[in-house]
């Protein structure tokens, strides 16, 4: 079964308007976790690395107050997307570390489309 | 640095042949993990297949194996016995081995088609 969460898994929004995508490590703690974008026909570029109960470390070009980033509990990083734009739109997906072998699984993903 | 590159960006075979997808990586480091992932039209990306690059076993799974080269910085996947699900966007993926880091760095995919 599934040990990574997103929701909602498609969301449409007004461009201005804000929108919170949520990843949820099911029934263990994730003290890091990590966002990714992928673009239509593209592969997957790290957006930001969520660490609970810290600020989140992006990667350069990654726009710190469009994309906010909470960690707020080892089980649950929610992305918010501020204010946003048609360019925004995109798929959005999470991923966590689970179990002793360091092995990555991924939520099922959110698919963004601002209008 | 790292870097991953898959030079196929497409690939098609007959149901039940055996196809083999190309990776080559950069880096400097001596300790990292290797994956190759599957991504189905769902976009849900589903674990393959992983290596631990201190180990010079070749990893396997079932119908996937690996064939990794380390001092050429190469990670092949085979899959034998094709199968119709198996068509998808294959990524191959690297990750270094520190604890607390694991942000991986995709190469850009590679489109497999299961002809039936």
């Known amino acids: 079964g599934a040990v990574v969460s997103q929701h909602p898994s498609r969301v449409i929004c007004k461009s201005g308007t804000s929108v919170k995508i949520e990843c949820r490590s099911l029934?263990?703690?994730?003290?890091?976790m990590f966002w990714y974008r992928q673009f239509p026909k593209q592969s997957l570029m790290l957006m930001a690395t969520?660490?609970?109960?810290?600020?989140?470390?992006?990667e350069q070009g990654v726009e710190k107050d469009k994309f906010l980033i909470n960690h707020a509990s080892l089980t649950l990083s929610t992305l918010t997307v501020t204010s946003a734009h048609p360019e925004d739109s995109s798929f959005y997906i999470c991923?966590?570390?689970f179990g002793p072998g360091n092995t990555i699984y991924f939520g099922e993903g959110s698919w963004l489309t601002v209008v | 640095a790292q870097t991953v590159t898959q030079s196929q960006p497409e690939m098609s075979v007959q149901e039940a042949e055996t196809v083999t997808l190309s990776c080559t990586y950069d880096?400097?480091?001596?300790?990292?993990?290797l994956f190759w992932y599957k991504q189905p039209p769902s976009r849900q990306m589903i674990l393959v297949i992983r290596?631990?690059?201190?180990?010079?076993q070749n990893a396997t799974e079932n119908r996937f194996s690996v064939n990794f080269q380390k001092a050429a910085k190469s990670f092949s996947l085979k899959i034998s016995d094709s199968q119709l699900g198996d068509t998808a966007m294959y990524f191959c993926?690297?990750?270094?081995?520190?604890?607390?880091?694991?942000?991986?760095?995709f190469g850009t995919g590679t489109r497999l088609t299961i002809i039936p």
């Open positions: 290596q631990e690059a201190y180990k010079q």
């Open positions: 969520s660490n609970e109960g810290s600020k989140a470390t992006y």
């Open positions: 991923s966590a570390r």
């Open positions: 029934d263990f703690q994730a003290t890091t």
């Open positions: 993926a690297f990750m270094k081995h520190v604890r607390g880091n694991e942000k991986l760095t």
């Open positions: 880096t400097s480091e001596n300790n990292y993990y």
